[in-house]
């Protein structure tokens, strides 16, 4: 059959990395079935669409917004009338449109006559026009075409989301919008925004007007805005689930209305960040304030937080001592349920469905219809699901970790004992400091469990990736979620038997680059950073960044490692390490490239030749750069490694061409600089040690380390 440009870049990638012969469609996620056909449907022009059944303006404007994304899929700026035709078929105008029981499913058949898509509902729709917009293909002359295929598909989970956390970086609305717009093309649907911490509070209130005045600190949402994000999500799929958190990461609030605020004796940090539980007045605050933001967020569900409440948040306030003495609570954890009922019953009587963190059900007497949120480790799924409770999976997804696509691609929602810190690295962490063991409790830390029986399983909602703003901006959000959210959402979406890691990656290239065509700016957002590093020269970065990825797991964030030590420290987001894709697509192209190669692809050694000599020049530029602007300096000792891996590279292919084995001073040189490399990421490989642990130059990981391990082990060095 004939493959298409974008679909050929495809099946080089599957061919390079193991996976087997590539379909000629490369579509993310994968679709429950698809049948491919020999053939090609030509796109001359815009789609004549019909409809039969549910018809609505919500469906109008997602048909238009897909005739227009022809323009940024295609290249072609404008198409005539007299495409080919789409019949659309929506069965049924669906009430649950934007819920948990929306109707997603679809069918999709392209053939010699057009495109016909059948959906269950409205949502349906939607999923299926993402899916054409990926089959979209344009040649070398510019034509447009699509593949002849069938196509059956329908969702694992019902929700699969992202959270962004606007307390600690206020993100623009502008920038969430397109986050949105990339969701609708993979088929997410929870924008969980997490809009109140310690650090800011982010909606305005019209009832509390000091929690946007002086806690938003000049960055917040008007009510006006939240409502257009909130319309303008739905127009494509998507919920949005407000969280604001309580009682604990309340420090805003308490900013802005201190008389809330416990106040223990002799425990001043604690009492400043948490609510006071023992006062009516409390329960007022929260119980206005929520139903006024839950007539801006229509969504059932409501998050309400619930974690890490500090262990001596409350104790010695003599409030709350009398409140336990009242109301028989024995712990701090009891306390915490007792507010959380109060809570509760007031958002069940606004309609509401509490969502809270897995802390909430520490003291397993919170009402059934809590949705629990497990994030520490995959034991949480199974202990919730154990009471009763509906769960919503982010153990093993914080995408603000910097760890790879495959990472969390490889974790199942519906493992119990996959995330999570082992018993082992726990022991350990709590002998690095004080400090670090007062916060590795017994819940990080993931102990063996048996599988979720199937009540459990029916249990478990589905997934969601949180990032976290510590280390992340509005100007580099974009690269901090894709594309590995795109990886997540075929974990989300996909059956469970779609684990192939290297058919994943080779789709995710073509994926991104196709959300690059539809708005993402990750790409823009590089070069613009590159060239405040070094304006008017900022090209040999560019090539560099391609080879790195910033160190994982909060190694970055600087400020711990300066508290640890007692200083102060002042975190910069303009580096390099910033600017770094998390898992650069470039480098591991190149590694699947040098495995091939060392496993005897004799035709792919000159374009490994070509990437070695560009390196090699590419470090002398750097250097070049280093000596009048300060900012690439730090960077030096990793481009020199990488110019180091090129020379040890070169001489691993002349060793292969000529069959004989690596000179021994070689075979030394490449085992000093890539052990270093390797040491320099294992740093960073796991959460708390990475404070710790060698910090690599300018904070920058070498991506393509095994690649050119693999071709000296090769060469017999």
């Given amino acids: 059959m004939p493959i298409r440009p974008a679909a050929l870049a495809a099946a080089c990638a599957f061919a390079l990395l193991g996976a087997g012969p590539a379909a000629a469609v490369s579509l993310t996620p994968l679709p429950q079935s698809v049948t491919e056909h020999e053939g090609v449907l030509p796109v001359a022009g815009r789609f004549v669409v019909t409809w039969t059944g549910c018809r609505e303006p919500m469906l109008d404007r997602a048909a238009e917004r897909f005739q227009r994304d022809l323009a940024r899929l295609t290249g072609v700026e404008t198409f005539a009338a007299g495409g080919p035709a789409l019949e659309i078929t929506c069965a049924a105008a669906d009430p649950g449109a934007l819920t948990l029981e929306a109707r997603e499913a679809y069918r999709l058949q392209v053939s010699p006559r057009g495109v016909a898509l059948q959906a269950d509902g409205p949502v349906g729709v939607l999923r299926g026009l993402a899916t054409l917009r990926q089959l979209l293909e344009t040649g070398p002359d510019g034509s447009a075409s699509l593949p002849l295929v069938a196509i059956d598909d329908a969702p694992r989970f019902p929700w699969r989301g992202v959270m962004?956390?606007?307390?600690?970086?206020?993100?623009?609305?502008?920038?969430?919008?397109?986050?949105?717009?990339?969701?609708?093309?993979?088929?997410?649907?929870?924008?969980?925004?997490?809009?109140?911490?310690?650090?800011?509070?982010?909606?305005?209130?019209?009832?509390?007007?000091?929690?946007?005045?002086v806690a938003g600190h000049g960055q917040f949402y008007?009510?006006?805005?939240?409502?257009?994000?909130?319309?303008?999500?739905?127009?494509?799929?998507?919920?949005?689930?407000?969280?604001?958190?309580?009682?604990?990461?309340?420090?805003?609030?308490?900013?802005?209305y201190p008389q809330l605020a416990s106040n223990p004796a002799g425990a001043p940090a604690a009492g400043l960040q948490v609510l006071n539980p023992a006062s009516d007045e409390t329960y007022r605050f929260v119980e206005r304030l929520f139903d006024e933001m839950a007539g801006l967020f229509p969504d059932a569900y409501f998050h309400i937080g619930g974690d890490e409440v500090p262990d001596d948040a409350w104790a010695g306030d003599p409030q709350v001592e009398a409140l336990m003495k009242a109301e028989g609570l024995k712990t701090k954890a009891e306390v915490e349920a007792h507010f959380h009922r109060r809570i509760h019953q007031a958002l069940t009587r606004r309609g509401k469905i509490v969502v809270g963190w897995e802390e909430v059900i520490d003291t397993g007497t919170l009402p059934r219809d809590v949705v629990v949120h497990a994030w520490r480790t995959s034991n949480a799924t199974a202990r919730a699901t154990a009471l009763g409770h509906k769960t919503i999976v982010?153990?093993?997804?914080?995408?603000?970790?910097?760890?790879?696509?495959?990472?969390?691609?490889?974790?199942?929602?519906?493992?119990?004992?996959?995330?999570?810190?082992?018993?082992?690295?726990?022991?350990?962490?709590?002998?690095?400091?004080?400090?670090?063991?007062?916060?590795?409790?017994?819940?990080?830390i993931v102990q063996p469990m048996a599988p979720l029986s199937p009540?459990?399983?029916?249990?478990?909602?589905?997934?969601?990736?949180?990032?976290?703003?510590?280390?992340?901006?509005?100007?580099?959000?974009?690269?901090?979620?894709?594309?590995?959210?795109?990886?997540?959402?075929?974990?989300?979406?996909?059956?469970?038997e779609v684990r192939d890691e290297g058919d994943m990656y080779a789709r995710l290239a073509v994926q991104q680059d196709r959300l690059r065509r539809l708005g993402l700016q990750d790409l823009a957002t590089r070069a613009r950073m590159?060239?405040?590093?070094?304006?008017?020269?900022?090209?040999?970065?560019?090539?560099?960044?391609?080879?790195?990825?910033?160190a994982r797991n909060m190694a970055h964030d600087q400020r711990v490692p300066a508290l640890l030590r007692g200083e102060k420290f002042v975190q910069n987001f303009n580096g390099l390490a910033d600017a770094a894709p998390v898992d650069s697509l470039v480098a591991r192209a190149f590694v699947a490239r040098a495995e091939h190669v060392a496993a005897g692809d004799a035709e792919g050694r000159a374009a490994l030749r070509g990437d070695f000599e560009v390196w090699a020049a590419n470090h002398r530029r750097v250097a070049a750069l280093a000596a009048d602007h300060p900012a690439v300096r730090d960077?030096?000792?990793?481009?020199?490694?990488?110019?180091?891996?090129?020379?040890v590279g070169l001489a691993a292919l002349d060793a292969l061409e000529v069959g004989k084995p690596l000179a021994p001073d070689l075979a030394a040189r490449a085992k000093t600089v890539l052990d270093r490399a390797d040491a320099f990421e294992a740093a960073s490989a796991r959460p708390i040690f990475s404070f710790f642990g060698q910090r690599p130059p300018a904070d920058l990981i070498i991506m393509v380390t095994p690649g050119v391990r693999a071709l000296v082990q090769a060469a017999g060095g």
Avoid: C
């Avoid at 960077?635 to 020379?647: F, N, R």
């Fill in 164 to 213: 962004i956390d606007t307390a600690r970086h206020f993100m623009s609305v502008e920038t969430i919008k397109r986050q949105i717009d990339a969701m609708e093309q993979v088929k997410l649907n929870v924008l969980h925004l997490h809009l109140s911490d310690n650090e800011a509070f982010r909606v305005e209130s019209r009832r509390y007007p000091r929690l946007h005045e």
């Fill in 222 to 256: 008007t009510q006006g805005q939240i409502r257009e994000l909130v319309a303008y999500a739905a127009d494509r799929g998507v919920r949005v689930a407000p969280e604001f958190d309580v009682p604990g990461h309340a420090r805003a609030m308490t900013l802005a």
């Fill in 394 to 444: 982010s153990a093993g997804y914080y995408l603000d970790l910097l760890n790879t696509a495959a990472f969390s691609y490889r974790l199942d929602p519906l493992d119990t004992s996959a995330a999570g810190m082992p018993p082992k690295d726990a022991e350990a962490a709590r002998k690095l400091h004080p400090l670090v063991a007062r916060f590795v409790t017994d819940g990080v």
């Fill in 455 to 496: 009540e459990q399983e029916a249990l478990v909602l589905g997934g969601e990736a949180p990032v976290w703003a510590e280390l992340i901006t509005d100007e580099i959000l974009d690269s901090r979620l894709w594309p590995r959210a795109a990886a997540l959402a075929e974990r989300f979406w996909s059956p469970r």
């Fill in 530 to 550: 590159a060239s405040r590093l070094a304006p008017g020269a900022s090209e040999p970065l560019l090539v560099l960044l391609d080879l790195v990825g910033p």
């Fill in 635 to 647: 960077a030096l000792p990793v481009s020199a490694d990488i110019a180091e891996m090129a020379a």
